[in-house]
């Protein structure tokens, strides 16, 4: 797609001078941003300085060296010598008279109760549960469990640990026990904040039967404080979440760290074995997290940010941060986004005035079948748009651009990983947006497309490499260096190999094509899963679609396909069938023609509903199912095993 496409959008004067991409660039005498990109790959020392200050950051010490890889590039010091704790840039915005009487939080329930907090709130708040917290014995580099709803209280709990030094582990709200005991064990964690339970589409999910069990496996935890619903007890031996802090003086100093201390161990499922546990630190998460809230999506002091998400994945983290790293409103919300009905996410910009909203894609597809719902609350105070998590096809992009976005706003694609705190690849607000695509690699990350032995591909598709360390990066796994080391430091010697497909479309444009463990590859043809599911999603009659490779004696592998149908489908499978064939046949030639194509309701996904294709692939194939602590739906396995060929 080129830059003059009719759905392209492009930015007016009014964006670009309002851009605080535009303030940093005249700030250090820019006039051109693609000069402002090549300035913090060849300058990044003098690059994040001027970020450093841009943002705002607050430092304890200064640092006086950017980076020292005496150890290796995989493992850099950041700032050395510098100290700081970023919970003092969130709580900064308090001692602003502008600001302290600013929403901070707002967090809302499925059921409609919500609560808020200003920013003179929020410190009080963290102040005194982390006083609390000190009390209980929990000091710097503890490892405490967070299984908690995103809201007021997750967000308090989260700053309060790194205030005090500790370290937070979240945990995703749908977890079983296996999966919370499997990741408390390997960090040692001594202490779980856990809520008693939420809401999902209208019916109580508790949460005490887990927990207890947790209690049982993992001999090491010391004590639990349990955040509970009004009419809930409190369990024998448990604190009450509100009654932390109660009585004790509150800390007015935080807990002053290294920049490369850590703040945070967050599990990511892996394809195989246990899970992985990427280490973010005060001086690489926080930092990349508040340049990419303020130059990929142009957040300033007093805009309202929404973008629903688990605290438990990465997102929730990095959504929270954005907001509050920048003076922002974070809204919070812990429910179905569909529930009572499609209106919920349009009904929560009308009510908050959310000027940023996000969603990740499968959410922006389910909107688009339910338009008249989806768009039904007042989005006029809507100027930026952000999709994350997963690839995009076009059409959905062009349908979120021009619907929700009222045609108006731009759509900030966005991605990096768990292991990355923030964006390798996004869009920025002052060059042409193309539907599905990303127009810049992030300022402070030199990335490229490159082949089996790391040499630079264009317009063809290639593994997303990082050619040099940069700031966010993941410091390694929680005491499991080799296999840091083997996931992305070692397929090519010198390069951080991401694990995702890619396209690199002229000089700094790019478009994903799935993950690199999902490639399939029909007689030597290398295909990535999101190129079929892009052309079937133009079907009237499939709503999703999910695309694998399994062995084949002839060609090596077979594309076999999934789908859902629409609900403009008229129950016809094998005509559905055979317009999935054709469709693939005439988009994608004949070599790709799909060696099975199956009708299904459910995929299996992630909370932030993801499509698992790993678990469709090892269900298909009577594979081992590998890790399964992230999927949300445990019956859709059940449908997949339905369509195994006998």
Known sequence: ??????????????????????????????????????FSIHKPDAYWREVIVFCQIKWKRDYSDYIDVSRTEAFPEWFVGGQLN????????????????????????????????????????????????????????????????????????????AYIGAIAVPLFSGFGADAVVS????????????????????????????????????????????KRGLEETLPDGFIDWTSVGVGNKPLTASAAMSANDPFMVIYTSGTTGKPKGPVHTHGGFPLKIAHDSAIHFNIKPGDVLCFPADMGWIAGALMMSSALLRGATSVCYDGAPDFPDWSRMSRLVERYKVTHFGSAPTLIRGMSAN????????????????????????????????????GVCPVINYTGGTEVSGALLANVVVKTILPGAFNTCSPGVQVDVVDASGKPVRDQIGELAVLKPFVGMTRSFWQ??????????????????????????GDNSFQLLGRSDDTIK?????????????????????????AIGVNDP??????????????????????????VTRQVDERLGKPFRPGNVHIVQQFPKTRSSKIMRRLIRAVYTSQPLGDISALDNLTSLDEIRTTIPT
């Open 554 to 579: 002839v060609k090596g592998q077979k594309l076999v396909v999934f789908v859902i149908p629409s609900r403009e489908w008229d129950g016809d499978s094998p005509k559905l069938v055979a317009a």
């Open 1 to 38: 797609m080129s830059d003059d496409s009719p759905d392209a959008w492009d930015p007016q004067e009014d964006d670009i001078n309002n851009a605080n991409v535009t303030a940093l660039m005249h700030r250090l005498g820019f006039d051109n941003y693609e000069d402002l990109y090549q």
């Open 86 to 161: 970023w919970v003092d840039t969130v709580l900064a915005w308090a001692d602003e008279p502008a600001q302290a009487t600013r929403i901070a939080v707002v967090g809302e329930h499925e059921d409609g109760n919500t609560a808020s907090v200003t920013y003179a709130e929020l410190k009080s708040k963290v102040q005194g549960f982390s006083a609390g917290l000190s009390a209980l014995g929990i000091a710097r580099g503890d490892r405490v469990g967070l299984l908690v709803e995103s809201g007021i209280e997750a967000t308090v709990s989260f700053l309060s640990l």
């Open 371 to 406: 338009p008249e719902l989806a768009l039904a609350g007042d989005l006029s105070t809507l100027r930026v748009l952000i999709t994350a998590g997963e690839g995009i096809d076009p059409e959905h992009f062009i349908w979120y651009q021009t619907n929700f976005g009222r």
């Open 480 to 505: 499991d260096d080799a296999r840091y080391l083997e996931s992305y430091w070692q397929t090519v010697p010198g390069m951080w190999i991401h694990g995702d497909l890619a396209q690199r479309v």
């Open 522 to 546: 029909v007689a030597g043809k290398r295909l990535g899963p999101a190129e079929v599911e892009e052309v079937l999603l133009e079907l009237r009659s499939v709503a999703e679609a999910a």
């Open 183 to 226: 990741r408390l064990s390997a960090c040692g964690a001594r202490l779980l904040i856990a809520t008693s339970g939420f809401s999902r589409r209208g019916r109580r999910v508790h949460t005490r039967a887990l927990v207890d069990e947790v209690l049982q496996k993992v001999p090491q935890l010391e004590r639990v404080i349990w």
